[in-house]
């Protein structure tokens, strides 16, 4: 499977493998279409529908390598796809991608894109929409969190793109996408790879993963419990794109102070097999449901606009989960619990502030203003008066 950052022609992808041999000074230039680091895969257990998908990735710094794709949370039906993080030549990105398929009613679009973050349409290996960011990036050693929630508007699917820092606790929204195709949850075993796509196997490139999730479409959270690592063997052939590096790849369990994790490796002429392909490994899961500090609101301020309108304006902490949505209350200070003058409830990840009419003849003084959010795991933060702004 190859990165959907690079939709490409066979004739430019062979003119980018030789500018880099060249600079590399690599001794296989002669034998061009062979010296890719080994494709490898590990799918994950979570052979179920579901509308989350959580993972963690780690590069370590010895497991860098350019031009190398560690996708992280990869799924299939009617919207199919895939996110992760690339060493680029440009930087370190972030990828979310989701295919074009025959029961789309109308083209994939972008209905939310965070700062830094572009959409594009792709094609070569499928079609459909993708998106990449550079602005926030990554770094080796740290351990990032990939989460991805599908949620339903209409007869449309909508997806969200979540990533959090370990080193920083902060979570970003990266982008959110409309898939005009009804209930087309994330299906099949969660797919993580590995990929060299410019042929720089001399190169080792390493991806950790762990803490994975995905909460079926009943509720209930499933925690990845194994996975299957496997080579793409079909490249490991004579005149293959892997041939000069058929034996260089390795996978499975490793630990260290932050404790158990899955790994793959690819590329190196140190590289050697521990494992066969393929092979099936476990990481035993104590935990049932993630273990992310739920959302908690940091400040509101109200205000009032021309025409008799309330506008609400709200920001979270950003190292707790990051919101999904929020119900926004006006009530009567002197009326009974749960009656309402207005409410507004919406999913919608983004949104940080509201307008509400104030109703004719009701004094501000009068009025309770109350904020609740909930986040992409479907916790809710507590109950914040909101006051006026003086």
């Known amino acids: 499977m190859m990165s959907l950052y690079f939709p490409r022609i066979v004739s430019e992808r062979f003119f980018l493998f030789l500018l880099v041999m060249s600079v590399l000074g690599c001794p296989w230039i002669g034998v061009a279409g062979q010296n890719a680091a080994p494709s490898s895969h590990l799918v994950f ?40 993080i690339q060493a680029h030549p440009k930087g ?28 594009e349409k792709f094609g070569g290996e499928g079609t459909g929409l993708k998106s990449w960011n550079f602005e926030l990036g990554w770094e080796t050693d740290a351990w990032y969190t990939l989460a991805l929630r599908y949620w339903p508007v209409g007869d449309h699917s909508f997806y969200g793109y979540w990533v959090r820092s370990a080193k920083t606790g902060k979570w970003t929204h990266l982008v959110t996408m409309d898939v005009a195709a009804k209930e087309a949850f994330f299906q099949g075993g969660t797919d993580a790879f590995i990929e060299d796509w410019l042929e720089t196997g001399q190169r080792q490139r390493t991806v950790n993963f762990r803490g994975g999730w ?30 000069n590096f058929r034996t260089n790849w390795n996978g499975g369990i490793s630990r260290d102070q932050t404790g158990a994790f899955y790994f793959m490796t690819a590329g190196g002429r140190k590289t050697v097999p521990t494992t066969a392909n393929p092979s099936r490994h476990e990481i035993k899961r104590r935990a049932d449901k993630p273990g992310y500090t739920p959302i908690k609101i940091r400040g509101a301020r109200l205000t009032m606009e021309k025409g008799g309108k309330l506008r609400v304006k709200w920001a979270n902490d950003p190292t707790t989960l990051p919101q999904f949505g929020f119900s926004v209350s006006l009530s009567d200070k002197a009326a009974k619990k749960g009656e309402y003058l207005a409410k507004v409830t919406k999913v919608q990840p983004h949104v940080r502030e509201v307008e509400i009419p104030l109703p004719a003849g009701i004094d ?27």
């Open 214 to 243: 995905k909460r079926k479409v009943d509720g209930a959270w499933y925690p990845f419990g194994s996975g299957r690592y496997s080579v793409n063997s079909w490249d490991l052939d004579k005149g293959k794109r892997s041939f």
């Open 45 to 84: 257990d979570d052979n179920l529908d579901g509308h989350i998908l959580v993972n963690e990735v780690r590069v370590p710094k010895e497991g860098e390598a350019p031009f190398t794709y560690y996708e992280t949370l990869g799924w299939r039906g009617r919207a199919a796809g895939y996110a992760g």
């Open 364 to 390: 501000l003084k009068r009025v309770a203003v109350r904020l609740q959010c909930r986040d992409i795991l479907d916790n809710q933060s507590k109950v914040l008066p909101v006051l006026p702004t003086e």
């Open 92 to 119: 370190h990105n972030y990828i979310f991608s989701i295919w074009d398929h025959k029961s789309h009613a109308a083209p994939i679009r972008a209905v939310y894109r965070g700062a830094g973050t572009i959409t």
